[in-house]
């Protein structure tokens, strides 16, 4: 399946793998690209050394492209610390989020880096393509973790006929039938957070994959968006507090302390048994994901389900 994304990132196929902070490693990027698709690094929450050594270790499991995620909202220090791996690393790309990703496209360029911007509105997709971005993925509040207000569809509405660039669809998207729609919609490609990450190569802790896997769409949440600090996954009885204070007006401040440490927390060692540790992060979409499979799997399960759709859509049509 080949598109302008596959073609400017030199992959098999346009599926990129969602960063998950404290989870999306090296083994599972390397286990993506392998599959043809492409994986990412995420390193919200990790240090300019962890993320070095990951970008090494990655290219000592893989010959192909894979990309490392920064969140641009990390103070100063951190994030000229991340930077400054990266580009010294020379990953395929980067892909980035959390803030105004413009004043570091040029500086990526000149590390021979690809930028892919995650993009949760039309006017922020003008600027970035303005600036020279390399592709967009328009990423719906449907996704999991750090969400934005806009749907995945109402972005694939309202994007694609104002920008040239290359986009990709996130937010919802599990499997061949969300990527078909998404490319009938403008998108040249999907990435998928949810799904990757109930696969075999992922490294989370048991109960979280357990968890999706037990969860039926009627569970999702979102907490934090009266406050523009969304976040979305699972119901539980710290989304259930947490909502409790935001609603009864507890200080940003002291939910954003509330939230510190918990992704790393759940990620390791599960809910914990009063289900306090924090948010099993994870997309709107629960109900397709049935199964526990590699990677190779999910890549070509996805890529198959969607040409043979794309391939057959005029049948959907009457004369």
């Known amino acids: 399946m080949k598109t302008r994304v596959t073609d400017i990132l030199e992959i098999q196929y346009p599926i990129l793998q969602g960063a998950m902070a404290w989870i999306s490693e090296c083994r599972l990027a390397a286990a993506v690209s392998n599959a043809g698709g492409a994986g990412i690094i ?18 000592r499991l893989t010959n192909q492209p894979f990309g490392v995620n920064l969140g641009l909202a990390l103070p100063k220090e951190e994030l000229e610390e991340i930077l400054n791996a990266i580009c010294q ?10 803030g105004d990703p413009i004043p570091f496209i040029e500086r990526f360029h000149q590390a021979g880096i ?7 509105n039309a006017r922020l997709a003008r600027k970035v393509e303005a600036a020279g971005i390399d592709l967009i993925v328009l990423e719906g509040t449907e996704s999991g ?3 934005g207000r806009l749907t995945t569809m109402a972005l694939l509405e309202n994007v694609p006929p104002e920008v040239k660039v290359p986009l990709l669809a996130a937010g919802g998207i599990v499997d061949g039938r969300g ?31 357990e968890e999706i896997l037990k969860a039926s769409d009627e569970q999702s949440v979102s907490i934090g968006l009266s406050r523009n600090k969304g ?15 935001e609603n009864r007006g507890v200080s940003t401040e002291e939910l954003s302390r509330m939230v510190a440490g918990a992704s ?8 914990g048994p009063d289900g306090m540790n924090g948010l099993i992060q994870c997309g709107q979409a629960l109900n397709p994901v049935q199964d526990v499979l590699s990677v190779r799997e999910i890549v070509e399960n996805t890529v198959a389900e969607a040409s043979e759709l794309l391939k057959n859509a ?6």
Request: one cysteine or more; charged letters at 30%; aromatic letters at 8%.
């Open 89 to 98: 690393e020379k990953p395929a790309f980067v892909t980035v989020g959390a």
């Open 264 to 271: 790393r927390r759940v990620a390791e060692e599960g809910l």
């Open 231 to 245: 976040l979305r996954g699972l119901r539980s009885p710290f989304t259930d507090l947490y909502t409790e204070r």
């Open 114 to 120: 690809r930028v892919v911007g995650i993009i949760p």
């Open 179 to 209: 990527m078909a729609a998404a490319m009938l919609m403008g998108a040249e490609g999907v990435q998928m957070g949810t799904r990757f990450l109930v696969s075999q190569e992922c490294q989370v802790h048991p109960q979280y994959k």
């Open 145 to 147: 973790g750090r969400i």
């Open 42 to 59: 995420a390193t919200g929450g990790r240090s300019g050394e962890w993320t070095r050594e990951q970008i090494r270790e990655a290219k």
């Open 314 to 319: 005029w049948k959907l049509v009457r004369d």
